[in-house]
């Protein structure tokens, strides 16, 4: 498996795993998140079966997550409306080291790759996986402390 195609199988388990927090969570504004990650690993996994391809890509549509200044402001309008159980929170701390292990492959990878344009792509998408991990880390604080919580400034 080259490391175009591992990258693919990533963010295919990284969907699947987004897709059954979504199911999962009980918050409307959790569920956009989560649906949103999940959107998010599958514009990924396009971009590696693309650059497999060696197909042209325009690094200016690699700007991914847009909307999520509007969804932390939706789980704060809703926070008193927040019912979640201890498991859930496992749940996403599992999800935010999915992240950093997958932030740290592409990072990792784009070391020994020659071509600048790729390299490039494989960076910015290990910064993207840090944008996840991030938001993931939000919704701990969200769920452990619904009443205290304020989206960080970077949201």
């Known amino acids: ?6 990258a693919m199988k990533v963010e295919k ?6 897709r059954e927090m979504a199911v999962a969570a009980s918050n409307a504004g959790l569920k956009k998140i989560f649906t949103m990650l999940a959107d998010e690993e599958i514009k990924h996994y396009n971009v590696f079966k693309n650059m497999m391809k060696k197909e042209k890509m325009d690094l200016a549509k690699l700007d991914l997550i847009t909307d ?14 927040v019912t979640f ?7 996403y701390k599992d999800a935010i080291v999915r992240e950093e292990k997958s932030h740290d492959f592409y990072a ?3 070391k020994k790759i020659e ?3 790729e390299k490039e792509i494989f960076l910015h998408i290990a910064n993207e996986e840090t944008k996840h991990k991030k938001i993931l880390e939000e919704i701990v604080i969200f769920l452990e402390e619904p009443a205290d919580w ?6």
């Open 1 to 6: 498996m080259n490391v175009y195609e591992y």
């Open 13 to 18: 388990e990284g969907e699947a795993y987004y």
């Open 68 to 81: 999520t200044k509007t969804i932390f402001q939706t789980l704060l309008e809703e926070k008193d409306n």
């Open 85 to 91: 159980d201890i498991d859930q929170i496992q749940f």
């Open 108 to 110: 990792e990878n784009a």
């Open 115 to 117: 071509d600048e344009k």
């Open 150 to 155: 304020v989206a960080s400034a970077e949201f």
